[in-house]
């Protein structure tokens, strides 16, 4: 069975600081990663994704992500925080068998401080 | 376009009350998903469609019901509400095929009496 894990509820980060939001996986194989943004009382909105390549992948708003496969993990940085990006962040995970469902982590909420 | 649309938006029901939550997408793709999302808990998917004409459990089923209308169109069923099922629900579709992106809704937020 695949899962992910957010291990921090919120994240807080002054602006214009880094930021980094951590997620791990676990999954047969070698995985799909995604990231989605939430904005309240709005649907999730797709960041970024990791399918091969390149282990580090660029996305929307000036994101980007890591693969690390040794350590089983996709986190979420940006080199300089916003307050408009403080939202609430999900990651999620697909194997390569053609299950095309995705399973998300519990979510991770970003508080950036002016 | 205006990708994936939802409704109702906002329901109230009391326990053993049906009712569907329609979904409707207009940007062609052939996958379509219904979660639901409680607090601390993620998404969960309830059922999927990955083609018209076809349907799958996800990972919580239980208790509801789906129809793959056509391909634009995915509603999904409360047949006798529960307490349980009082959350906030979202459908989203994609092309299909494993590494391509899904597209949401603005959910169906619903509480259960």
């Known amino acids: 069975a695949q899962s992910v894990a957010q291990p921090e509820d919120q994240v807080n980060v002054a602006e214009g600081n880094p930021l980094t939001v951590k997620c791990t996986y676990s999954?047969?194989?070698?995985?799909?990663l995604f990231w989605y943004v939430q904005y309240p009382n709005r649907g999730l909105q797709f960041l970024l994704k990791?399918?091969?390549?390149?282990?580090l992948v660029k996305g929307s708003y000036g994101f980007e992500a890591e693969f690390n496969k040794s350590q089983t993990s996709f986190h979420l940085k940006k080199p300089s925080a916003l307050v408009s990006d403080s939202a609430l962040y999900f990651c999620?995970?697909?194997?390569?068998?053609?299950?095309?469902?995705?399973?998300f982590g519990s979510g991770t909420r970003l508080q950036v401080q002016p | 376009n205006a990708g994936v649309t939802q409704t109702p938006k906002f329901q109230v029901l009391k326990t053993g009350q049906s009712m569907t939550l329609q979904c409707a997408q207009d940007?062609?793709?052939?996958?379509m998903y219904w979660y639901r999302q409680d607090p601390g808990m993620g998404l969960r998917l309830i059922y999927y469609?990955?083609?018209?004409?076809?349907?799958d459990k996800g990972e919580v089923p239980n208790g509801y019901n789906v129809s793959r209308l056509n391909k634009r169109e995915f509603s999904l069923r409360l047949e006798s509400a529960a307490p349980s099922q009082t959350s906030v629900y979202f459908c989203?579709?994609?092309?299909?095929?494993?590494?391509?992106?899904?597209?949401f809704g603005p959910g169906t937020r619903l509480t259960v009496l």
């Open positions: 999620a995970v697909r194997d390569r068998t053609g299950r095309r469902a995705l399973t």
């Open positions: 999954v047969s194989g070698n995985p799909y």
């Open positions: 469609s990955a083609s018209e004409g076809t349907t």
């Open positions: 989203a579709s994609s092309e299909g095929g494993t590494t391509n992106e899904q597209f």
């Open positions: 940007m062609n793709h052939n996958s």
């Open positions: 990791y399918i091969t390549g390149d282990n």
